[in-house]
């Protein structure tokens, strides 16, 4: 690779390296799983780095390779993972807002981590990325009308599975 390709990923990788690290996270619950899919993301888009036509889509293609890598990891390890009883540690970067209520956001990442892999992957692309419902089809490869059904059962999940709980941090 050239030194200008090369010094361009290094400009995208410094730029886009804590989105996609929180992206991971938002997608798997574990922050060294994160970093492991981020890793291979990037050796991915590097491989692609020579071929990119719009290097202005990178962001995209390494969302979408992301999102791909996560779930096929979970196809793979399915049967062999257990859930952490407690969240670790989170960075402070997130939406606006975000950190705001502390107990609200952990309730809701703790809940997110029991939601079907497929349903997660729709909902932090639509609600924590903030894609429109045709770039979320675009990234897994999916019709609308399958985002929109997914979504949809997924916050589904996330209801049932906080109940009154949310409620009730709000309330203190």
Same mark, same amino acid.
């Given at each position: 690779?050239? =030194? +200008? !390709?090369?010094? /361009?990923?290094?400009?995208?990788? &410094? %730029?886009?390296? #804590?989105?996609?690290? $929180?992206?991971?996270? @938002?997608?798997?619950?574990?922050?060294?799983?994160?970093?492991?899919?981020?890793?291979?993301?990037?050796?991915?888009?590097?491989?692609?780095?020579?071929?990119?036509?719009?290097?202005?889509?990178?962001?995209?293609?390494?969302?979408?390779?992301?999102?791909?890598?996560?779930?096929?990891?979970?196809?793979?390890?399915?049967?062999?993972?257990?859930?952490? =009883? +407690? !969240?670790?540690? /989170?960075?402070?970067?997130?939406? &606006? %807002?975000?950190? #705001?209520?502390?107990? $609200?956001?952990?309730? @809701?990442?703790?809940?997110?981590?029991?939601?079907?892999?497929?349903?997660?992957?729709a909902l932090v692309l639509r609600f924590w990325e903030d894609q429109t419902i045709e770039a979320t089809a675009a990234v897994l490869r999916q019709s609308t009308g399958t985002v929109k059904s997914n979504t949809s059962r997924g916050l589904a999940q996330l209801r049932?599975?906080?109940?009154?709980?949310?409620? +009730?941090?709000?309330?203190?």
């Open positions: 690779m050239s =030194p +200008e !390709l090369e010094q /361009s990923f290094d400009e995208f990788v &410094a %730029g886009r390296y #804590a989105a996609l690290r $929180r992206t991971g996270y @938002l997608l798997c619950g574990d922050w060294h799983l994160a970093e492991d899919l981020v890793q291979i993301t990037l050796v991915k888009l590097y491989a692609r780095w020579p071929r990119l036509r719009e290097p202005e889509s990178a962001a995209g293609y390494a969302r979408t390779t992301l999102v791909r890598n996560y779930i096929d990891t979970r196809r793979l390890r399915r049967s062999h993972e257990v859930a952490a =009883p +407690e !969240l670790p540690d /989170s960075p402070a970067s997130g939406p &606006a %807002g975000a950190s #705001a209520d502390p107990e $609200r956001r952990l309730a @809701l990442l703790a809940a997110l981590a029991q939601v079907t892999p497929a349903y997660r992957a049932a599975i906080l109940g009154d709980s949310l409620h +009730e941090i709000a309330a203190d």
